[in-house]
């Protein structure tokens, strides 16, 4: 079987868990009506709120993952 093959064959589980090890999705929010920034595991749980994008950017490093902003 080749890589595409692979890849088309995925489960949904498996592309679910893809990244999961490696990235942190960041984006605009709202947290009690001001303005402020999700921090979210790459399966799409909550992980933190902050008040700037540099604050979530430098908690998804520090844990050692990659941010990915979401728009």
Known sequence: MNL?????NISTQDLA?????DIAY???????GEPAFA???ADGT???MT???IAA???VRNSE???VSVH
Do not use: F, N, S, W
């Open 57 to 59: 950017e430098l908690l």
């Open 17 to 21: 868990a893809l990244g999961m090890q």
């Open 4 to 8: 595409t093959t692979e890849v088309r």
């Open 51 to 53: 008040a700037t994008r």
């Open 39 to 41: 921090v979210h595991a």
């Open 65 to 67: 993952l990659e941010p």
């Open 46 to 48: 909550l992980v933190a």
């Open 26 to 32: 960041v984006k605009p929010a709202l947290h009690q």
